[in-house]
């Protein structure tokens, strides 16, 4: 069993940075890959950025590359979204993810467990 907890949600204005932290509570957390997801208002829900289990690896949509970064501390049992150079586009409610299967298998279907979401806000 894992619990996310997302944090850092906030209002800020375009190309302002913001950092987001999803907590785990749980022995296996780095058993787990991650991802971080976001659904916008009225729109399907969309990946943003996976990382492997001991982080090694990371990947990101297109619409993120460059601009936000994805990592994790599994001592902590955390995982953090450093996102920089903020687009109105980017306004979402922002969900952590964790799963144990192949980790090419980043649908949001295939996601073991869940956070609740933290509001990500950006005026242009």
């Known amino acids: 069993q894992v619990q996310l907890v997302e944090s850092g949600g906030g209002l800020v204005q375009a190309g302002d940075s913001l950092r987001l932290s999803c907590a785990a509570s749980?022995?296996?957390?780095?058993?787990?890959?991650m991802a971080w997801f976001r659904q916008a208002p009225g729109k399907e829900r969309e990946f943003v950025a996976r990382?492997?289990?001991?982080?090694?690896?990371?990947y990101y949509a297109d619409s993120v590359k460059g601009r936000f970064t994805v990592a994790r501390d599994n001592a902590k049992n955390t995982l953090s979204l450093q996102m920089n150079s903020l687009k109105p586009e980017d306004t979402a409610v922002y969900y952590c993810?964790?799963?144990?299967?192949?980790?090419?298998?980043?649908?949001?279907?295939?996601?073991?467990?869940w956070g609740k979401g933290t509001l990500v806000t950006v005026s242009s």
């Open positions: 990382i492997t289990w001991i982080g090694g690896s990371t």
């Open positions: 749980g022995r296996s957390f780095s058993s787990y890959a």
């Open positions: 993810a964790a799963w144990k299967g192949d980790f090419r298998d980043y649908a949001a279907e295939n996601m073991d467990y």
